[in-house]
């Protein structure tokens, strides 16, 4: 038997071109489900400086990250939620339980959230963007799918050439 979606794990890189929104929007439509939507932010190199310690550089730089990710997230799910309202024809705020914006590593942090948040199925948005980019998203996508028991979701289409109906 087919376990029942309730909870779908929609992670994104806020890319311009991904429609794994619009998938996440119509599954959780079809099967009353709640979307969670995470967008990790990579640690970046830090130096300790005038006597400061690299731990409360990392603290006050991962606060200050989460701060404005946070924001620009808001902006583009907005951005997106009215994109894919005038696509699929339906409300999808109201589908969004969660966000989540982790500090740390993509794979580590969207297996880390599936599990926590009991998540039924995991969406993940791709673009065709280069080739260092598409290796990233690779290993990502590799990873993810090395490592987690429940489905994975790949949408790499254009969100103006999706025909979801």
Do not use: W
């Amino acid at each position: 038997m087919i376990p029942r979606i309730k909870k779908i794990l929609y992670a994104t890189r806020l890319a311009e071109d991904t429609n794994g929104f619009a998938y996440a929007v119509d599954l959780a439509k079809r099967y009353d489900a709640g979307i969670i939507i995470l967008h990790s932010i990579e640690p970046g190199h830090s130096l300790s400086y005038a006597g400061a310690s690299v731990e409360a550089i990392m603290q006050s730089a991962k606060k200050q990250d989460q701060e404005a990710s946070l924001e620009e997230v808001k902006t583009r799910i907005t951005s997106v939620c009215e994109e894919t309202e005038a696509l699929l024809k339906t409300p999808c705020k109201t589908l969004v339980s969660k966000i989540l914006i982790p500090f740390g590593n993509p794979v580590e942090e969207i297996l880390k959230a599936a599990d926590e948040e009991g998540c039924d199925i995991i969406i993940l948005g791709t673009h065709r963007k280069g080739f260092f980019k598409q290796a990233l998203l690779r290993s990502v996508a590799q990873a993810i799918l090395d490592r987690t028991t429940i489905p994975v979701l790949f949408v790499p289409l254009r969100l103006a050439e999706a025909n979801i109906e």
